[in-house]
């Protein structure tokens, strides 16, 4: 029963309309278009009234820069790696996708552990969603976001524990670009709420 | 399932060097983050943080190798996006003056 359920699992991810585009990769995109919108919107609205209130740098000044940056870093390195886990699907070896998926994990793991760590320390230091408009767009856009890469993670260990069993290893593409969205939307977040002090 | 020129094309990127442009970028943009003159050190860092989501959708998420369809989808998100844009610019430019 699970054979014949992986069977046509594999046949429904072949299916194209006239785009010719298979309807898994067409269905992600997609979606990350509707993203586009949802977080492009709300740094469009920090943009604007970040223009409007220079003394939000005072504010944006007790953001921790460097975990920041410790975290781009950690972003940036699990988007290699979940390149490279799809680089291998396209060659054929799954131990090395789902070793690299593995290691995506980690690196989505560490970036929540130290978000949870810079929440922490600023509401300890009595910046907290309520403290004024600027640290509402904080914990707003980059909790939005903390969501999505929690999101992310069940769902590539949920592909990593599939392709472990030589199982559905196509949607590791699919995955990967939701993954590499979630690198996009930070790359913005970090300079406009940490360097922009 | 990829299309067979997707998989060829995407297999020949070498993603460590695209890591290391990135990495770079990130180094660069620390740095002006402590540049005396604020304001052109943002918008220098900003426009660093446009190329760096640009290379990792050309690359990372493969947007060189797909269809033009693909490429379209990506742009109606975008186009909403700056009709969004265009109109919350009016409304206060409007409301607070230019």
Same mark, same amino acid.
């Given at each position: 029963m699970r054979a014949s359920s992986a069977a046509?699992?594999?046949?429904?991810?072949?299916?194209?309309?006239? !785009?010719s585009v298979p309807t898994g990769r067409l269905g992600i995109w997609w979606f990350l278009a509707s993203? +586009?919108?949802?977080? *492009?919107? @709300? $740094? %469009? +609205?920090?943009? @604007?009234?970040r223009l409007r209130h220079p003394e939000w740098a005072e504010?944006?000044?007790? !953001? $921790?820069?460097?975990? *920041?940056? +410790?975290?781009?870093?950690?972003?940036? %390195?699990?988007s290699l790696t979940m390149v490279l886990a799809h680089n291998a699907v396209e060659r054929g070896n799954l131990k090395v996708a789902s070793a690299a998926l593995l290691q995506t994990i980690f690196g989505g793991a560490i970036f929540v552990g130290i978000k949870a760590f810079e929440y922490g320390h600023e509401i300890g230091a009595g910046f907290t969603p309520v403290s004024g408009l600027f640290w509402s767009f904080y914990y707003l856009m980059t909790g939005l976001h903390a969501l999505h890469v929690i999101g992310? @993670?069940?769902a590539i260990l949920a592909i990593q524990r599939a392709v472990a069993r030589g199982r559905n290893p196509h949607r590791v593409e699919f995955v990967g670009i939701y993954w590499?969205?979630?690198d996009v939307v930070w790359i913005f977040l970090f300079p406009l709420l940490y360097l922009s002090s | 399932?990829?299309?067979?020129?997707? /998989? /060829?094309?995407s297999r020949h990127v070498n993603y460590a060097v695209i890591w290391g442009i990135l990495m770079a970028a990130l180094g660069v943009s620390l740095v002006l983050a402590y540049h005396e003159q604020k304001a052109l050190a943002s918008a220098i860092i900003f426009a660093i943080a446009v190329v760096k /989501?640009?290379?990792v959708a050309v690359y990372y998420m493969h947007l060189k190798f797909e269809p033009r369809y693909i490429v379209l989808t990506v742009l109606a998100g975008l186009v909403c996006l700056a009709i969004?844009?265009?109109?919350?610019?009016l409304d206060i430019v409007h409301v607070y003056g230019g």
């Amino acid at each position: 029963m699970r054979a014949s359920s992986a069977a046509v699992s594999e046949s429904e991810s072949e299916t194209t309309f006239a !785009t010719s585009v298979p309807t898994g990769r067409l269905g992600i995109w997609w979606f990350l278009a509707s993203e +586009i919108v949802i977080f *492009g919107g @709300l $740094i %469009t +609205i920090y943009v @604007l009234f970040r223009l409007r209130h220079p003394e939000w740098a005072e504010q944006a000044a007790h !953001t $921790i820069t460097a975990a *920041g940056a +410790i975290n781009t870093f950690v972003l940036l %390195t699990s988007s290699l790696t979940m390149v490279l886990a799809h680089n291998a699907v396209e060659r054929g070896n799954l131990k090395v996708a789902s070793a690299a998926l593995l290691q995506t994990i980690f690196g989505g793991a560490i970036f929540v552990g130290i978000k949870a760590f810079e929440y922490g320390h600023e509401i300890g230091a009595g910046f907290t969603p309520v403290s004024g408009l600027f640290w509402s767009f904080y914990y707003l856009m980059t909790g939005l976001h903390a969501l999505h890469v929690i999101g992310g @993670l069940f769902a590539i260990l949920a592909i990593q524990r599939a392709v472990a069993r030589g199982r559905n290893p196509h949607r590791v593409e699919f995955v990967g670009i939701y993954w590499h969205f979630v690198d996009v939307v930070w790359i913005f977040l970090f300079p406009l709420l940490y360097l922009s002090s | 399932m990829e299309t067979p020129s997707h /998989a /060829a094309d995407s297999r020949h990127v070498n993603y460590a060097v695209i890591w290391g442009i990135l990495m770079a970028a990130l180094g660069v943009s620390l740095v002006l983050a402590y540049h005396e003159q604020k304001a052109l050190a943002s918008a220098i860092i900003f426009a660093i943080a446009v190329v760096k /989501a640009g290379i990792v959708a050309v690359y990372y998420m493969h947007l060189k190798f797909e269809p033009r369809y693909i490429v379209l989808t990506v742009l109606a998100g975008l186009v909403c996006l700056a009709i969004l844009f265009a109109g919350l610019l009016l409304d206060i430019v409007h409301v607070y003056g230019g």
